[in-house]
């Protein structure tokens, strides 16, 4: 989540204006509320936008490639397992930069995906699998919980309502390193192949990506999914186990994923 990570700026922090700290669905408290995941996703997609480095293909432009992609995240999201499909915009955008083998989703719901995933995939099935594990990491709010529990409750409850701004501006400086635990990934894996069980699709899509990784080799910049310590092996498998324990289908589904890679720039 390189490019994500350094997006979080001192800004939001001083932003923040409400204060209802919720239990997620483990159990864990997070200081955050819904509304704070929703305004750290829109300051990311802000940023994004006013980013000339960052290329968002055009909506319209590219009508059919967005037609594939959100129809791709209107079934996974339509999963009962999700649990902020309302309260979330879960807007998919997608980046080109055909070198780039990643995707991410901010808090909130704004997804990202790189032309270079795309046509580095070889079915839709590997590509829900893992916009799945991406939209886990929003839905299951591992970015505020992170925070919560890197930082501590106390903590944040004083420098939120006291005015140690100095602190703030070291808590800020810290969240640039701040990335997904091995909880948090694995978590993800394992939402991604509830999430598509549900669908008509291969339940352990994601499997399929990592499997190509271990295949072929990775590439230079490890993608957000693979940034973190479970190794794609272990993961394959732990993807496999799940989608059979969970009784899910794993069937390849039928798709024109050829035609969506046609539809995206050359
Ligand atoms: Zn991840």
């Not at 209107?74 to 807007?91: G, H, M």
């Not at 808090?107 to 916009?131: F, N, W």
């Not at 990592?210 to 993807?239: C, M, W, Y």
Request: glycine share 6%; aromatic share 12%; with cysteine.
């Amino acid at each position: 989540m390189t490019k994500f990570k350094s997006l979080f700026i001192l800004p939001f922090l001083f932003s923040i204006l409400l204060f209802l700290g919720a239990c997620d669905s483990d159990g864990n408290i997070n200081f955050f509320s819904i509304d704070e995941d929703l305004k750290i996703g829109q300051q990311v997609a802000a940023e994004l936008e006013a980013d000339s480095s960052v290329i968002i293909l055009d909506e319209q432009e590219y009508d059919t490639a967005y037609m594939f992609i959100q129809s791709i995240t209107e079934k996974v999201l339509a999963s009962n397992d999700i649990r902020y499909r309302t309260e979330f915009p879960w807007q998919v955008k997608i980046i080109q930069d055909d070198e780039t083998l990643n995707a991410f989703c901010a808090p909130g719901g704004y997804i990202y995906v790189y032309t270079g995933l795309i046509k580095y995939l070889d079915t839709e099935d590997q590509l829900a699998g893992v916009m799945g594990h991406e939209i886990a990491h929003a839905d299951k709010r591992h970015v505020t919980d992170n925070m919560t529990k890197a930082y501590g409750y106390e903590t944040l409850f004083s420098i939120f309502f006291g005015e140690d701004q100095g602190t703030i501006a070291g808590i800020a400086k810290n969240l640039v390193n701040l990335s997904y635990s091995r909880k948090s990934e694995t978590e993800a894996d394992e939402f991604s192949v509830k999430y598509l069980c549900d669908t008509e699709y291969q339940a352990n899509g994601a499997a399929g990506f990592f499997q190509k990784i271990i295949n072929e080799g990775q590439s230079s910049t490890p993608p957000e999914f693979l940034s973190t310590h479970p190794n794609p092996d272990n993961r394959v498998e732990a993807i496999n186990n799940n989608a059979r324990e969970e009784g899910c289908s794993i069937s390849p589904s039928g798709n024109n994923y050829a035609a969506f890679k046609a539809s995206l720039p050359n």
